[in-house]
């Protein structure tokens, strides 16, 4: 089978200047790495690698590589060259480039080293010999053990597409008419990833269809509904169904969910994949509002706000995007934000992908691979350096480390240059507490520029009263409102409510938990055997990375646990309870050691109301790939 990311060859309609035109689209330093697959021998590869007309860092989103205009012309016309060769010899698929080649490469594109324990990682991760690695085998026997998931989101879909290549029998439950989760469900204006597209999608799903950088919704939305469709997943879905309880019996073996439809399903196993981010918190508010009040994830489609006074509780990620995406419309929008936010500069966050990609990602060999990398390497395990608590740094309340007083200054610098120093909103939009401790957002400068308008006001106050026509901030000042909208996040310490589950001997999840959720891994619990959780406790990516390679590291685990299971023809696989308390302790010791534990936040989903961090993964996730990839059979026992 021809490899699916060696290009399709480009016909001989195709003109040098055809060529030349979609090349000024592209990443040069991805072009180039691209254009190492096409050379005919090493001395022209050596020209590439050794060659003058190279990146000279690599920062998030940027990706051009610092290279200046002459370097990036002279990198095309380096290429044009390459290509147009390798056109007219027929556009032979590349043959295999050696490993160490190819980490060569890796580190010419990260401008730094990439260690060795990466290159596996990122080698099956861009699956640049065609393969998809992360497939399981047919498991013979699979087909007795069938498997219920729940919840057909990100990760619930990637699920299904696992399973039903090892040959587990599966159904789907998802409360919402179609697939994607939050995608289908966060429909407010604005709404977008702040992960790049080309990294923020399947590993194994061409990313050449991507109109954005960093898609809205709608396209986001249209590329879980595609691949549930062409994967053959949607027949196995039982849309707008919700799962209330799991239920094991120990006599059976089996996992009973409970439906509120008043169906039920019994299965052997049990995928729970329904997202952290997924249940709204509205705030308990004394008073009565009379006019359209809602939550962002509950954006009603057919609400005017033209002409309308608009409050806004709230501006994490969600308010910050639907605040430039209203102030057109309204007659006023009135932000209350409880705490400041960081944001980090991305100038190019809603820049449109321009057609010489999708044709490159299509027609040149690995080009889309290596883009891939340039999103991927910036954006994972780098951040976690600086949000390392160095204990004897001070002042902790506004920085943890010296990298972290940088990252301050950077973020700092960028804030106050957006809004001309103007002295008033500069109090109110920089943060006092230290920066990454939140989810840093992404800005091009529209939040910014949206609250320098003279029709949008940000005040910086909780919310106390609600009354008729008004929204009463914690200062006591009065806002009239039409609209209520509450951008207040989501119920991210609350894993799996409001579902029950029970495992052996009927003990309920949520009463073993008490506050603290936990999961080997983050996937799975003893005492609830094949009991499998998705973006479970300790999952969750503070420091960059894609939470769609988090996810396809978590399904692994979960095929490998079944793998255990199916070969030894066993009833039941789970943690052992040393496994798991280990995970647990190791985890919650180096969340300590991280600045989403800093006392000085105020608010904040990371942490629950003891100031405890419980949903998010301090690891690399290259450790956390090897930890999934090849889980350590002592850790688990089969019954
Ligand atoms: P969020 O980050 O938790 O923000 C909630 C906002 O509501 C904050 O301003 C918070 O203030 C405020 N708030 C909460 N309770 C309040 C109360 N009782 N009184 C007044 N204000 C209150 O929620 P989100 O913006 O929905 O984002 C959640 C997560 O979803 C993000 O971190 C991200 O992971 C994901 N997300 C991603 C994207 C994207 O990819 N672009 C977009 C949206 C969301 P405090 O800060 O003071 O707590």
New binding site residues.
């Given amino acids: 089978m021809p490899n699916p990311h060696a290009g399709r060859p480009i016909g001989p309609e195709v003109t040098d200047a055809d060529i030349a035109a979609a090349l000024e689209d592209l990443s040069v330093p991805a072009l180039l790495m691209a254009c190492v697959h096409l050379c005919e021998d090493d001395a022209q590869r050596r020209a590439i690698l050794d060659g003058p007309v190279r990146p000279q860092g690599l920062f998030l989103n940027e990706y051009q590589g610092f290279m200046t205009p002459e370097d990036q012309a002279a990198g095309r016309a380096l290429a044009l060259d390459v290509i147009r060769a390798w056109r007219d010899r027929g556009c032979p698929e590349p043959e295999p480039l050696p490993p160490a080649l190819l980490h060569e490469m890796m580190t010419w594109l990260a401008c730094d080293t990439v260690g060795d324990e990466y290159v596996p990682m990122v080698l099956e991760e861009l699956a640049l010999d065609g393969a998809d690695s992360r497939a399981p085998e047919p498991m013979a026997g699979a087909a007795a053990y069938p498997v219920v998931i729940i919840g057909c989101g990100m990760s619930g879909l990637l699920a299904a597409i696992r399973l039903q290549q090892a040959g587990f029998p599966f159904v789907v439950v998802e409360k919402n008419a179609g697939p994607g989760g939050t995608w289908w469900e ?1 429909r407010y204006p604005g ?5 790049g597209s080309h990294f923020y999608s399947y590993s194994f799903e061409p990313a050449d269809h991507w109109t954005e950088f ?1 898609s809205r919704q709608p396209e986001l939305r249209a590329y879980f509904e595609r691949v549930a469709e062409e994967r053959g997943v949607r027949e196995h879905v039982r849309f707008g169904v919700e799962a209330t309880a799991a239920t094991y019996d120990d006599e059976s073996a089996t996992w009973t969910v409970t439906l509120d439809d008043g169906d039920a399903l019994t299965a052997r196993a049990v995928v729970c994949a329904v997202g952290q ?1 997924n249940r709204p ?1 509205v ?1 308990d ?1 004394p008073g009565e509002f009379d006019g359209p009040a809602f939550h ?2 509950r954006w009603p489609d057919d609400v005017d706000l033209t002409g309308k006074d608009v409050v806004m ?9 639907v605040a430039p995406a209203i102030a057109d419309q309204v007659r006023s929008l009135t932000v ?4 400041a ?1 960081w944001m980090f500069p991305n100038p190019g966050y809603h820049d449109a992908v321009g057609p010489g990609v999708g044709w490159a990602i299509r027609h040149l060999p690995f080009y889309g691979r290596w883009f891939r990398f340039l999103t991927l390497w910036p954006g994972t395990d780098t951040g976690l350096a600086a949000a390392k608590v160095d204990p004897a740094w001070e002042p902790q309340e506004r920085s943890v480390s010296e990298v972290n007083e940088m990252v301050r200054t950077m973020f700092t610098d960028w804030i106050t240059s957006q809004v001309d120093g103007d002295p008033d909103l500069v109090a109110k939009v920089v943060p006092p507490y230290p920066p990454t401790a ?2 840093t957002l ?1 800005d091009n400068g529209s939040w910014l520029r949206t609250l320098t308008r003279d029709d949008v006001e940000l005040v910086r106050s ?2 106390s009263r609600l009354e008729p026509d008004a929204v009463v901030d914690s200062d006591g000042v009065r806002h009239r409102a039409d609209v209520l909208v509450w ?4 119920r ?1 310490n609350d894993f799996l409510v409001p579902m029950t589950v029970r495992g052996r001997g009927g003990v309920d999840l949520h009463e073993h938990w008490g506050s603290r959720p936990r999961a080997h891994l983050g996937v799975t619990v003893p005492g609830f055997p094949n009991f499998f959780m998705l973006y479970g406790p300790a999952t ?1 990516l503070a420091s960059g990375g894609s939470i769609i390679l988090a996810s396809e590291c978590e399904v692994s685990y979960v095929l490998a646990c079944l793998r255990m299971l199916v070969e030894a023809g066993g009833d039941t696989v789970e943690p052992t309870q040393a496994a798991y308390d280990d995970y647990y302790e190791r985890t919650q010791a180096e969340v300590k050691t991280m600045v989403w534990s800093s006392p000085y936040i ?4 990371y942490q629950d109301e003891a100031g405890e961090v419980h949903g998010l993964n301090p690891w690399r996730l290259v450790d956390y790939w090897a930890w999934t990839r090849d889980p350590d059979p002592a850790d688990l026992e089969v019954r």
């Fill in positions: 966060n709404a977008r990833v702040d992960v960093f981010l918190f705030p508010v962002t994830a509780v709230g501006a994490g990620a969600t308010g910050f995007q209350l934000q409880r705490t936010q939140k989810r992404q909780g919310v951008a207040t996040g989501f991210a969750n105020g608010h904040g989903y």
